[in-house]
């Protein structure tokens, strides 16, 4: 079957692989479509942290079940999944935090992923269209993330939350928030996207970090209180740092974006406030199930997100393109 290898940061080759044979537990899927996100794109770039090549990307899928054994599925229906596959028996998975396992093993991250016509699951990943299109099934996991985010914050309606960074995850963190009912603001250094979350997701407030100064512009918004959830999207080192400052006393910082280095605060300043601070990382069923609702209800609108098209065999030329923050890419979907 025709498969899309990354054999080395930089360079994707098109190769050929033998049909897996499926095995008890497991179920084996068609792809239909694959979405792509930051993840892939670091991998690509050579800058994504512990990452092994040659490996096959796509994580973000939508598929058609070619065969399985497990209950309440049949072949020809459509399904994404959970790509964080999971042991079940760690201290993680035993407490229900299965997007943390000790041994989690990430589809098309540590382990091969769906960027080839056929793909091998276990039978526990598969998530139920319940009437949602290709399109909207590959786009399930990227918001789900972002839906974490704001059930680890445990965002209430009415309180401030400043969402810091508007790409693709930051967008589905401020859906969530918007959707919970919190006075969502938007902090970002591109204009366009800060545009585009006015525009597009309804946000209310913008501010843009490379020509105003965040903290005064909060505190006039929040009248001088500041938000009570302060949620970074970045990844980015001194974005990160900075954020902090943000924060309302007896406020929580939650950490869904990701770099490689350490984070260093001030000690007095978390100390006086009284911080919560949290990390949050990918997803569970919960988190899919919520992504779910919205987009059948219409509080996500899915083709806000895809920006490019594709079909498998140009993946590897328009890549490249993809990178270039010229292009405005949010979601480029490939179609298999
Ligand atoms: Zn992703
Ligand atoms: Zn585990």
Redesign the pocket.
Known sequence: MKTLICTTPGQFTYGDTSLPERKQGETLLRIRRVGICGTDLHAYEGTQPFFQYPRILGHELAAEIAATDEPGFTAGESVTIIPYF?????????AGK?NC????KVCGVHVDGGMREYLLVPSYSLVKNRGLGLDELALVEPLAIGAHGIRRAQVTPGEWVAVIGAGPIGLGVMEFARITGAKVIAVDVQESRLQFCKERLQIPFTINAAKENVSAQLAQLTNGDMPTVVIDATGNLSAINESFRYLAHGGRYVLVGLQKGEIRFSHPEFHQREVTLMSSRNATREDFDRVIDALLNGQVLPLTYITHRVLFEEVQEAFPGWLLPANKVIKAMVTI
């Open positions: 999971h042991c079940g028996n760690c201290v993680a998975c035993k299965t396992c000790t041994q989690l």
